[in-house]
T-cell receptor
Framework: EAGVVQSPRYKIIEKKQPVAFWCNPI?????LYWYRQNLGQGPELLIR????????DSQLPKDRFSAERLKGVDSTLKIQPAELGDSAVYLC?????????????FGAGTRLSVL | KQEVTQIPAALSVPEGENLVLNCSFT??????LQWFRQDPGKGLTSLLL?????REQTSGRLNASLDKSSGRSTLYIAASQPGDSATYLC???????????FGKGTKLTVNP
């Protein structure tokens, strides 16, 4: 069974440029999460989807970040414009349901460097 | 607000040693405590999940315990191997929320 797939693996951009990340969750998982992990820190939740509905986006900086999950499967996370402080690893995870007893499966992440 | 602290930040041990990684949390309402492993450049892999009704979980050479009253969880690794070298993160769900809160992790190096 394929795991959570993210692309690209690495992205280097100049500040003020836009950038987008893509995530394909495990088949059958209706809950999808985007996390940001700064160097030396644990991941922090940006947004959680139940199917195509964003049920928790309280930590998403909405002035520059946006996300979508069309048809409740794949998801994209966009930053426009990017700032130096956005350099981090962006992790996507999925679970069968958004319940605490359901394990979240993580992708390998996209490492973003903003110059 | 739930805060999760992991001590030590880094640990280096010789192969074969038994070791304990520590995790503490500020809110005893934490539930479904999990331990994850993260290899360099990789995502997180769930190792053990301790549900609210449980006090420990075991998988192979790994044993995780949870003491909510003291606000602590430990991950015990028996007979460590170089392949165990990775960063280990603990995380739990904040009471009244479905948000997973992570510690900063302990970077473990097992020397051959």
């Amino acid at each position: 069974e394929a795991g959570v797939v993210q692309s690209p693996r690495y992205k280097i951009i100049e500040k003020k440029q836009p950038v987008a990340f893509w995530c394909n969750p495990i088949s059958g998982h209706n809950t999808l999460y985007w996390y940001r992990q700064n160097l030396g820190q644990g991941p922090e939740l940006l947004i959680r989807y139940e199917n195509e509905e964003a049920v928790d986006d309280s930590q998403l900086p909405k002035d520059r970040f946006s996300a979508e999950r069309l048809k409740g499967v794949d998801s994209t996370l966009k930053i426009q414009p990017a700032e130096l402080g956005d350099s981090a690893v962006y992790l996507c995870a999925s679970s069968i349901q958004g319940k605490a007893e359901n394990i979240q499966y993580f992708g390998a992440g996209t490492r973003l460097s903003v110059l | 607000k739930q805060e999760v602290t992991q001590i030590p930040a880094a640990l280096s041990v010789p192969e074969g040693e038994n070791l304990v990684l520590n995790c503490s949390f500020t809110d005893s309402a934490i539930y479904n405590l999990q331990w994850f492993r993260q290899d360099p450049g990789k995502g997180l892999t769930s190792l053990l999940l301790i549900q609210s009704s449980q006090r420990e979980q075991t998988s192979g050479r790994l044993n995780a315990s949870l003491d909510k009253s003291s606000g602590r969880s430990t991950l015990y690794i028996a007979a460590s191997q170089p392949g165990d070298s990775a960063t280990y993160l603990c995380a739990g769900f904040q009471g009244g929320s479905e948000k997973l809160v992570f510690g900063k992790g302990t970077k473990l190096t097992v020397n051959p």
